[in-house]
């Protein structure tokens, strides 16, 4: 039975950044959440094995499974090849998971994280493909597919030798069609090509497409004053043809309106909204990068133990994303071990071995500023 994407929910709600309490996934407030998108017509919800901890499937059977008809939602969750060490592990972990769900079948499974290496060369080793293909003879899987992270180069090489695969989950929004790394639209033509159906995951990159400086977000608000950042990420891999399912990872209450205004009454990109987009996309683009290499010489000699590489790395990201959450929780991170930013007494050891030549000093004071330092 293949699979009609037109009768999916466009939007998908993601159970990886779902609300905690005291270190836990609250459940109350997920419960609130999934009633809310279940009353505005939407059904798929998408976890994974190893989703906070392995927590977030015994989420599903507690806020959905256990309070709403089995044929009235669709659940997703993946198979994790790095849990994969022998071919019973494979048949141990699909019943686990059924457990943790509450669940005798998924009407989405997926392997999960295909991507040049190991992960990929696991699934292969293990059959995990024919593993599938039996599952869904068996009833206990509706649709198989795989989530991908890899090169387009492996991507055909995947499809071409499992063309029985129903889907296909990629990264993909207007930030990343040319990125080297996650190369979207190229994944995205060879899926739209061979009319494979696709999951949308990151259409908001993390949540960096939500909140950009505000000169950007400026063009935005000039169209449409009353849409949010955040929907013009979401509209725009809407607007594309063969996507199914944009997955976004709901954490607040306040993101779950929002996406549901976005689809309730979902509105393609004009002609002259996908200008702005372009023009945004450029002007993210354009703006200056510290041209750091990472080579570290800086860093042995740092009376204060500053990791300067990795503070410039924060730099770059919060220069783009006006207020990233992830660069911040990396930043707290390393501060944890290393000194801070606004730790540096402009000694200038850090500039004199800069094979760059980075005014290293003042990029510190810059950084310091952006996250609220003060001088000690």
């Known amino acids: 039975m293949g699979i009609d994407i037109h009768k999916m929910s466009k939007l998908g709600f993601g159970l990886m950044r779902l609300p905690e309490k005291d270190g836990a996934i609250d459940i109350e407030r997920v419960k609130t959440m999934v009633d809310r998108y279940m009353d505005a017509g939407m059904n798929y919800f998408d976890t994974a094995y190893v989703y906070h901890g392995g927590t977030s499937e015994v989420a599903a059977r507690e806020a959905v499974v256990k309070?709403?008809?089995?044929?009235?939602f669709m659940l997703a969750t993946k198979l994790p090849a790095w849990e994969i060490k022998k071919e019973s592990d494979i048949e141990r972990i699909f019943n686990e998971q059924c457990t943790r769900a509450g669940v005798d079948y998924f009407d989405f499974y997926l392997?999960?994280?295909?991507?040049d290496g190991s992960n990929y060369?696991?699934?292969?080793k293990y059959d995990c493909f024919s593993w599938g293909l039996?599952?869904?003879e068996q009833g206990r899987i509706k649709h198989f597919g795989f989530s991908f992270h890899g090169t387009p180069e492996l991507l055909e090489k995947v499809l071409d030798k499992h063309p029985e695969m129903e889907f296909v989950q990629i990264q993909l929004n207007y930030l990343d069609r040319t990125n080297p790394v996650?190369?979207?639209?190229?994944l995205y033509d060879i899926l739209h090509e061979r009319s494979i159906p696709m999951i949308i995951m990151e259409p908001v990159r993390g949540g960096m497409l939500a909140s950009m400086a505000p000169e950007i977000e400026a063009k935005f608000k000039a169209q449409r004053p009353d849409s949010s950042v955040a929907s013009w990420a979401l509209r725009y891999v809407g607007s594309l043809e063969g996507v199914m399912t944009i997955l976004s990872g709901m954490s607040t209450e306040e993101q779950m309106e929002?996406?549901?205004?976005?689809?309730?009454?979902?509105?393609?990109?004009?002609?002259?909204e996908m200008k702005t987009i372009n023009e945004v996309t450029e002007e993210i683009l354009r703006i200056p990068q510290i041209g750091c290499t990472s080579c570290r010489y800086c860093t042995d000699g740092c009376p204060m133990h500053i990791s300067i590489p990795d503070v410039f790395r924060t730099v770059n990201t919060l220069r783009r994303y006006h207020d990233d959450w992830r660069a911040k929780n990396f930043y707290a991170g390393l501060v944890s071990r290393t000194g801070k930013a606004s730790d540096c007494v402009s000694c200038g050891q850090c500039e004199g071995v800069c094979p760059q030549h980075l005014p290293i000093i003042d990029l510190l004071k810059e950084a310091a500023d952006m996250l609220g330092e003060q001088k000690e």
């Open 182 to 186: 996650v190369q979207s639209q190229k």
């Open 134 to 136: 039996k599952a869904k």
């Open 258 to 272: 929002d996406n549901i205004k976005t689809f309730s009454n979902f509105e393609p990109l004009t002609q002259d």
């Open 67 to 72: 309070r709403y008809p089995r044929d009235s």
């Open 121 to 124: 060369d696991v699934y292969e």
């Open 111 to 115: 392997l999960h994280s295909i991507e």
